[in-house]
């Protein structure tokens, strides 16, 4: 089951640089994970930039929970 | 919150450049690497840069990149990986992370306990994030 685990991720991770690469050819239809990221973080509530704060707010999570805890 | 218009990107200031941001995350990221998990000093200095980039993104201080106004019909491809990722996750999180069966900070936590892989792991987390702020 371990190994069941270790492989998913691993096949997760392999199919988000697949999709990057995709989207870094010419013409391509796929937008860049960037361009996915700007254009959440664009999302206000009135004067609130609340993809903006959603992002920040998941990445700083990520780094605490990997490198602090 | 005040909004600033979003400015080009090709026109950076002196510390904007990647002669200037490279060697500091490089630097911020070896420190970081030194400090073990679930201490003091591990809990500030991720805090700290983390917030440090948070206060950054949030006040405009720095030139963005252009944002598209619409997404090209082909970010649902995007929702693969995520899905994928998403599925492992929350199973091996609701089977209670289990040696034979687990997250994957849970795998990544041997390897994080090696200072260079950390701090390679923490430049990742900080170049994200600096691309993040430039968004």
Avoid at chain 1, 18 to 28: I, L, P, Y
Avoid at chain 2, 37 to 44: D, H, K, L, Y
Avoid at chain 2, 91 to 102: I, K, V, Y
């Amino acid at each position: 089951m371990r190994y069941v685990a270790i492989g998913g991720f691993t096949v997760a991770l392999l199919l988000f640089v697949a999709v990057e690469w995709a989207a870094r050819r010419e013409g391509s239809r796929i937008p860049t994970f960037g361009d996915v990221c700007a254009y959440v973080m664009r999302y206000e509530v009135g004067p609130v930039p609340v993809g903006r704060i959603a992002l920040f707010g998941f990445w700083w999570w990520v780094g605490w929970h990997f490198f602090a805890r | 919150m005040e909004q600033q218009p979003e400015l080009p990107a090709d026109l950076p200031r002196a510390w904007d450049r990647p002669v200037v941001t490279v060697p500091t995350l490089t630097v911020l990221s070896l420190i970081g690497g030194q400090f073990p998990s679930f201490s003091t000093q591990a809990n500030i200095y991720a805090i700290g840069t983390g917030g440090a980039l948070v206060w950054i993104g949030l006040s405009n201080r720095v030139p963005r990149r252009p944002v598209p106004h619409r997404l090209r019909s082909g970010a649902v491809w995007w929702l693969l990986p995520i899905l994928v990722f998403g599925v492992f996750e929350a199973s091996t999180f609701m089977l209670g992370s289990r040696d034979d069966f687990p997250t994957f900070s849970k795998i990544a936590d041997p390897l994080l306990d090696d200072s260079l892989i950390r701090s390679v792991g923490y430049l990742a987390w900080l170049s994200a994030f600096w691309g993040l702020v430039r968004r």
